[in-house]
């Protein structure tokens, strides 16, 4: 077993600015890491939700060669400590985020303009930035944070959100675009 541990996120095979080095795809991605990692010395790790998630991206023949390569391991949720002022800070930023989330549906249902279908798509996509645009906003998110921070490994990761609370909690973390060159110099 490794010294060195890395708790590995969706993001690194599916978003395209993260997986650029590994693959065009989720799945060419996929087959590179498999082939990359498996010359390496370090642990990877990807709890079960957000291994069920990449499922929804990425090929069955490859999901199956990545599972014999990483350790699915659920975070021990019931023994972490989190510092109170983490929630307390996150608490504040879901009730700014709230605030803002309604005062563009007022501004909604103020605008008169009668394209409705361009007004439900700028709304959404301002609703979509105003609640979850930094943060973490899903068990998963949640899942790869407590499992760094249990497992005192370093969290890869593209979503700013999950790095931002990784911060918060005291976890190691590199940005996903900058996993590829760390396994290279590792091979």
């Given at each position: ?58 090929e069955k023949d490859a ?97 700013e959100g999950v790095l931002?609370?990784a911060d918060q909690v ?18």
């Open positions: 077993m490794s010294e060195e541990k890395y708790v590995i996120d969706t993001s690194l095979f599916v978003n395209p600015y993260a997986r650029k080095k590994f693959g065009k795809t989720p799945t060419t991605a996929v087959k590179s890491f498999i082939k990359k990692v498996s010359k390496s010395e370090i642990d990877i790790y990807m709890p079960p939700l957000v291994f069920k998630e990449l499922n929804n991206f990425v999901i199956d060669e990545l599972e014999l390569v990483i350790r699915k391991r659920a975070p021990n949720t019931y023994s972490i400590y989190l510092p109170a002022a983490v929630l307390y800070d996150f608490i504040e930023d879901i009730r700014a985020r709230m605030n803002k989330g309604m005062r563009l549906a007022e501004q909604f249902a103020q605008d008169n303009r009668p394209d409705n279908d361009e007004k439900l798509r700028k709304l959404r996509e301002k609703y979509r930035e105003a609640m979850r645009s930094g943060i973490i906003d899903s068990k998963e998110d949640f899942e790869l944070v407590l499992l760094a921070k249990e497992l005192d490994a370093t969290l890869v990761s593209a979503d931002k609370f005291g976890c190691e973390w590199l940005p996903a675009e900058r996993f590829h060159d760390l396994i290279k110099k590792k091979s």
